[in-house]
């Protein structure tokens, strides 16, 4: 820490940046990034536990047939809170918290391209999520779907899609903020010799992720915008009445949403991508292709969006061009799987917890992804669309792929994060417990499904014999609850002890694990040079003729660097780093966002106020004093 | 240890002078990134409008209500406005606060101009029976045409507030790449009107009816 500057004491006529860095305060101004990621990761978690219990009240009134555990309005806002939490403020967030808090180690900067971009990036996001959940007190939450069709989504009586609409304007503004950040990080800031094939595999799947944000995002922002204006302005944009064309909102809505999918699973597959080859301790099988195959989903990823579509009528040639496409699609996407078990075949595999919720996420995800590819197949689409099998699929890709990747980040960073371990046994019993009531609760909507239970039903009676499977479905619910609940004990525990972590308690491959744990405000001492792939690893151990892999003897390159890092406070003092500071601007130009939401619905007066907002925002963010 | 000391200081001086792995200013990465964003915005909202071209069941329809030797001169005007931003930055990269400030306040003018034409042009519409809820054109007219007024008044906001930087001096040439930002900014709002005019304005739509 010795080695961070003070800010200077340059005065200006603005107020002076803020300088403290610990408590309350520190965290509302803070633009370090990795304080960021976990500020995105705990937010993201809260919400997880809210949609999370929107999914087990949606459970127990499909637990048996003809209940009334809620009524039929509140039932509809249950699922489509519980489908926008868990997209927009869960996996995406925490897909971002790793991202912010890992990007710039992995690459070896000391921050992101823009740190007071970044934390405008997370309060926006935070805001927003925010003005979404304040619909319920405030006439009504979204109740049309989560991907709010017209012209149901037009036509609600209630305020709840408007909210819709404006809410994800602005954690859309947010993830396309951060998307240009981020990507302008990784492709800007990679420390020397760090070429874009020595990066590791999911700083590559960022850079695809926040491409996609930022060429997708602007899509769905002009459908809510239309939306909106629909709604508040009584405009025509989706009025079949008038000539619209209420499918114009599913094109738009899926030339988003499909990207969107990729987005959501593409920093799980960079995640497992990480683990796979520290706990099998073999280097990635064919990391250019697992490379090229994320940029070739990345791509194909906006040409297959109609097959959400194919029973809205598209005609026999769209249908076939997005069938075929789709199943295009399935074909980078299974290359990885089997990267992925190559990387496995022989390897000394150790079975910490990590690896198992990585070797989970492969096996759903490759259930999630066969059913997927069944849906490519129109006439079995027709058949399937709006039943519980989709259900069954998507959760199968994003709960059994997504969260099950993000967990294993969670358990295999945790100690570079916090400088603790979480525990393995503890680790371990939430893994089962979780693949166990992740399989019963989404396995039995296969069958439910093929029976021709359709989904966003909120009771069904009790002839058509379908409820066993549902019953099973509620009782895997609460499993899954159990193990969220399991994990949050193992969090809690943690820090029960005191913060004494090696730099590299997994013997892993990738710079973050160069530095201490956790890293320092300014995350390297010295910025490394970088010579080849998984660059710790080659620091640490050499091939030898025979190809034998032997540890290089101390005084290698690595032992000098930790060398360095047990020295840095004493020779640290001439050598000043600058840090950028923390700012209160940030927060105050995210803050005017919710409000002219606010008055977009309520009265015009409170948008003139947030227009204000977010200009003092922007102008304190330009003329405060800087760092250096 | 005291060839390690020497390597960190190098290291901290590269980073103060922003050396970057492509060479490009982070800045003007990002802003490139930014407006790439933007034309899938404007993409989206412009299909939109193709999409329900002549598709409005009650007039008034486009042909009745444009006015296009009117729009091709505050089209013109906007154009125009490409000129001075480049011969603001022209300025400030010979070091001339002088000429900067001309041309940056010209080119907020033109910016202007092109916006109270754009009120000017919404407003007769309104008053011909055109409003935002008339029929499908009315809608995605206004909508359109309003997203693209709302880029250029921020244009606006920013060649002003660069003014502003100018007269309290603090724009020195070295920072002649903010400028140069706002320029990439404003040169993009202009291309996007032209596709808009071009699309709007000039391909005509025929009536329901078949009128022209």
């Known amino acids: ?628 | 240890m005291a060839q390690l000391g020497r390597s960190m200081d190098v290291h901290v001086v590269e980073s103060e002078h922003e050396r970057t792995s492509t060479g490009l200013p982070h800045l003007k990465l990002a802003m490139w990134l930014f407006l790439a964003s933007d034309c899938l915005l404007f993409g989206a909202l412009i299909s939109t409008y193709v999409l329900y071209r002549g598709a409005s069941r009650v007039g008034p329809y486009p042909a009745e209500v444009f006015d296009i030797p009117y729009t091709s001169v505050s089209s013109f005007v906007l154009l125009a406005s490409s000129l001075t931003m480049v011969l603001a930055l022209a300025a400030i990269q010979r070091g001339d606060q002088g000429q900067l400030r001309v041309w940056l306040l010209a080119t907020a003018m033109l910016g202007t101009t092109f916006v109270g034409g754009q009120v000017f042009e919404f407003t007769t519409f309104a008053d011909e029976g055109l409003t935002l809820t008339t029929n499908l054109f009315s809608t995605t007219f206004y909508v359109l045409t309003g997203f693209h007024g709302t880029h250029v008044v921020v244009g606006i906001l920013m060649l002003l507030t660069v003014l502003a930087l100018s007269f309290a001096g603090r724009l020195p040439p070295e920072r002649a790449m903010t400028v140069e930002l706002v320029g990439l900014y404003w040169h993009f709002v202009d291309i996007v009107w032209i596709v808009i005019f071009t699309v709007v304005y000039l391909i005509p739509t025929g009536t329901p009816g078949g009128a022209q």
Do not use: C
Request: no cysteine; net charge neutral.
């Open chain 1, 1 to 628: 820490m010795a080695t961070v500057s003070v800010p200077g004491e340059r005065r200006s006529w603005l107020v002076r940046r803020p300088r403290s860095t610990t408590g309350f305060w520190s965290w509302v101004t803070t633009v370090d990034h990795k304080r960021i990621g976990i500020l995105y990761g705990i937010t993201a978690f809260a919400f997880f536990v809210v949609g999370g219990s929107e999914a087990l009240l949606l459970r127990l009134q499909l637990a048996q047939p003809e209940q009334e555990v809620v009524s039929a309005a509140v039932y509809n806002e249950l699922f489509t809170m519980h489908g926008v939490t868990m997209v927009f403020l869960v996996v995406m967030p925490l897909s971002a918290a790793f991202f912010n808090y890992l990007i710039p180690l992995m690459i070896g900067a000391r921050d992101v391209a823009f740190p007071r971009l970044n934390a405008y990036s997370y309060w926006a996001f935070l805001f927003g999520g925010v003005f979404i959940y304040s619909s319920f007190f405030l006439g009504g939450a979204p109740n049309g779907g989560w991907f709010g069709y017209a012209p149901n989504s037009v036509l609600d009586p209630t305020r709840g899609m408007t909210f819709y609409s404006l809410g994800l304007i602005i954690t859309g503004i947010a993830s396309t903020v951060s998307a240009i950040n981020l990507a302008v990080t990784v492709i800007n800031m990679r420390a020397p010799g760090m070429t874009l094939f020595r990066m590791p595999v999911f700083v590559w799947m960022g850079l695809v992720v926040q491409l996609l944000l930022a060429f997708s995002l602007p899509i769905i922002t002009v459908g809510l915008t239309e939306l909106f204006f629909d709604r508040r302005f009584h405009t025509h944009f989706f009025d079949p009445a008038a000539g619209g064309d209420p499918l114009l909102w599913q094109h738009l809505f899926w030339l988003f949403g499909h990207p969107e999918v990729y987005i959501l699973i593409l920093p799980a597959m960079g995640i497992v991508s990480e683990v796979l080859p520290v706990f099998a301790r073999k280097p990635l099988f064919g990391y250019q292709f697992v490379v090229f195959s994320g940029i070739a989903i990345g791509f194909i990823g906006f040409g297959v969006w109609a097959h959400h579509m194919f029973a809205t009528g598209l005609g026999p040639v769209a249908n076939t061009a997005f069938g075929i496409s789709t199943m295009i699609i399935a074909v980078p996407t299974g290359v990885k799987i089997f990267n992925w078990l190559g990387t496995l075949w022989r390897g000394d595999i150790r079975f910490a917890t990590p690896m198992l919720f990585a070797l989970g996420f492969i096996a759903m995800f490759v259930i999630g992804g066969l059913s997927g590819v069944t849906h490519a197949v129109v006439p079995h689409d027709y058949q399937q669309t709006d039943t519980y099998y989709i259900v069954a699929h998507f959760h199968y890709v994003l709960f059994g792929g997504a969260i099950f990747g993000l967990f294993a980040g969670i358990y295999y960073w945790w100690p570079k994060v916090f400088g603790r371990f979480l525990n393995e046994r503890i680790g371990r019993i939430n893994f089962w417990i979780m693949l166990i009531g992740f399989n019963l609760t989404f396995g039995p909507m296969h069958i439910l499904g093929l029976q021709g239970m359709p989904r966003r039903i909120h009771s069904y009676p009790a002839s058509l014999g379908l409820g066993f499977w549902n019953l099973v479905a509620t009782a895997g619910a609460f499993l899954i609850a159990l193990s969220v609940l399991v994990f949050l004990v193992n969090a809690v525990a943690s820090f029960r002890r005191p913060a004494e972590m090696a730099a590299d308690p997994w013997d892993a491959r990738t710079l973050e694990w160069l530095t201490t744990s956790p890293p320092p405000e300014h995350n390297f001492d010295e910025i490394p040079v970088v010579h080849s792939l998984d660059e710790l690893w080659h620091r640490k151990y050499a091939e030898t003729r025979g190809g034998r892999v032997v540890p290089v003897p101390a005084g290698g390159a690595g032992d000098e660097h930790e060398a360095v890092a047990d020295d840095s406070a004493g020779h640290g003092a001439g050598h000043a780093i600058h840090m950028p500071s923390p700012s209160y601007w940030p927060v105050v130009a995210a803050l005017g966002l919710p409000i002219i939401a606010y008055g977009l619905i309520f009265n015009m007066w409170l948008v003139g106020l947030g227009v204000v907002v977010v200009l003092v925002g922007f102008y304190g963010w330009i003329l405060e004093p800087s760092a250096e």
